[in-house]
């Protein structure tokens, strides 16, 4: 069981937009300004998109956007694309004595 | 460019040990910690720990404790991972990933990931 609650998995078509949340507590989430997402295709590293809650490396699209409210986080993607079809995790710094926690991941499917 | 570039894979059988390299390069070692993140098949991520090359000082996961040891050699850029004692649930991808900068942070780049696989 993942320390961090995502939904298993997400839907849209192309050119909606879709948002993955991750529910922790007051010692991760909710505590902290560490709140990072990655992205990962089938057979392949992740990829930092979002840390920080909200900030985007350089090269990351706009269409990825973070955000958090209380002990959840979440990661909206607007004008979805068939290239964002992946697996999504979400991560953050918790004060118990294993630093950082994932998130189970959410797949996301363009249709 | 930042670049880690990690072992091959491996096969152990249970009960075994298993060390895996990283070496890195584009960037002053010695600033970024670097983690370890592994993937079971089929499964999410899990972070195992970290060390910072610049004082070797390391943080493990309270599960891998006693098990994993993560080394670092500033005169090659290279970080490692060995984990003993290896169990049928061991078998999984390992990643070594740049960050955090202490005291928090995100992973910002990763390597290709060593595949090791426990059999009997």
């Known amino acids: 069981q993942s320390a961090l609650t995502q939904p298993a998995s997400v839907s849209g078509s192309p050119g909606q937009s879709i948002t993955i949340s991750c529910t922790g507590t007051?010692?991760?989430?909710?505590?902290?300004?560490?709140v990072s997402w990655y992205q990962q295709h089938p057979g392949k590293a992740p990829k930092l998109i979002i840390f920080?809650?909200?900030n985007r490396p350089s090269g990351v699209s706009d269409r990825f956007s973070g955000s958090k409210s209380g002990h959840t986080a979440s990661l909206t993607i607007s004008g979805l694309q068939a290239e964002d079809e992946a697996d999504y995790y979400c991560?953050?710094?918790?004060?118990?004595?294993?630093?950082?926690?994932f998130g189970g991941g959410t797949r996301l499917t363009v249709l | 460019q930042v670049q880690l570039d990690q072992s091959g894979t491996e096969v152990k059988k249970a009960g075994a040990s298993v060390k895996v390299s990283c070496k890195t390069s584009?960037?002053?070692?010695?600033?970024?910690?670097i983690s370890w993140v592994r993937q079971a098949p089929g499964q999410g991520l899990e972070w195992m720990g970290w060390?910072?090359?610049?004082?070797?000082?390391?943080n493990y996961a309270q599960k891998f404790q006693g098990r994993v040891t993560m080394t670092t050699d500033t005169s090659t850029t290279t970080a490692y991972m060995e984990l003993k004692s290896l169990k049928f649930g061991d078998t999984a991808v390992y990643y070594c990933?740049?960050?955090?900068?202490?005291?928090?942070?995100?992973?910002?780049?990763w390597g290709q990931g060593t595949l090791i696989t426990v059999s009997s």
């Open positions: 991560t953050s710094y918790t004060s118990s004595t294993t630093l950082e926690v």
């Open positions: 007051s010692s991760d989430v909710g505590g902290y300004k560490y």
């Open positions: 920080d809650v909200s």
């Open positions: 584009g960037y002053t070692f010695k600033i970024y910690t």
């Open positions: 060390i910072n090359p610049y004082d070797g000082n390391t």
């Open positions: 990933a740049r960050g955090p900068v202490l005291p928090a942070g995100p992973f910002d780049f």
